[in-house]
């Protein structure tokens, strides 16, 4: 079936660092794509998202990259600071599977080592 | 406005009981869905709904219930309590489509005993 996911469950980084976060998906007629940010204890912040018709899109210090021809999208996080600390999750619109709802893959643990 | 709210934020269960979590959204959206979120998994979609009296099964449906008498309010039902249901919910609005920007609540702690 269809799914989104994560390539690596945690990520350590140096505060002042770039950090770059990987997803991969497996339906080719997926047309959009979201990151959120999720703190402890609190539900899942919208921070950006991205249509097929794009390639690239940039917001405030984030960046999200969309390859189709890998099925990839990337998140990256300009001078990593020790608020951008969370569990970051890629989810998408996935046709297909008879549910209109975003597909979540199981995120990626960020750490922001001073 | 206050976004998306949910009730409660902690609730223990025996098995086989039954209740009702709810969500309330004050952004006059219309979409508005159910994720459940156990460890180190990603959410998974439970229910949502496309407008008021509109309802519809998500990902993993068994076990739920809910409805959409207005705008506003999604209630989530469990009829009979499960252990398999111990997990963290979360309701989420959008403005019409899954595809606009979801608004996500603060989630509720459910443990099934």
């Known amino acids: 079936g269809e799914s989104v996911g994560l390539h690596l469950p945690t990520l350590s980084v140096q505060e002042g660092d770039n950090s770059i976060i990987n997803c991969a998906y497996s339906?080719?007629?997926?047309?959009?794509f979201i990151w959120y940010k999720q703190e402890s204890g609190k539900g899942p912040q919208f921070i950006i998202d991205?249509?097929?018709?794009?390639d690239k899109r940039q917001g405030q210090r984030v960046t999200v990259l969309l390859n189709k021809t890998v099925k990839h999208l990337s998140l990256q996080i300009a001078a990593t600071q020790p608020g951008d600390s969370a569990v970051y999750f890629c989810?998408?619109?996935?046709?297909?599977?008879?549910?209109?709802?975003?597909?979540f893959g199981k995120g990626t643990h960020l750490i922001i080592q001073p | 406005n206050a976004g998306v709210t949910q009730t409660p934020k902690f609730q223990v269960l025996k098995t086989g009981q039954s209740m009702t979590l709810q969500c309330a959204q004050d952004?006059?959206?219309?979409?508005m869905s159910w994720y459940r979120q156990d460890p180190g998994m990603g959410l998974r979609l439970i229910h949502y709904?496309?407008?008021?009296?509109?309802?519809d099964q998500g990902e993993v449906p068994n076990g739920y219930n809910v409805s959409r008498s207005t705008t506003e309010d999604f209630p989530l039902r469990l009829l009979s309590a499960a252990p398999s249901q111990t997990s963290v919910y979360f309701c989420?609005?959008?403005?019409?489509?899954?595809?606009?920007?979801?608004?996500f609540g603060p989630g509720t702690r459910l443990t099934v005993l």
């Open positions: 339906n080719s007629a997926s047309d959009y």
């Open positions: 991205i249509r097929s018709n794009m």
């Open positions: 989420a609005s959008s403005y019409s489509v899954a595809s606009d920007t979801q608004y």
């Open positions: 709904s496309v407008g008021a009296g509109i309802t």
């Open positions: 952004m006059n959206h219309e979409y």
């Open positions: 989810a998408g619109i996935l046709s297909g599977g008879g549910a209109d709802g975003l597909t």
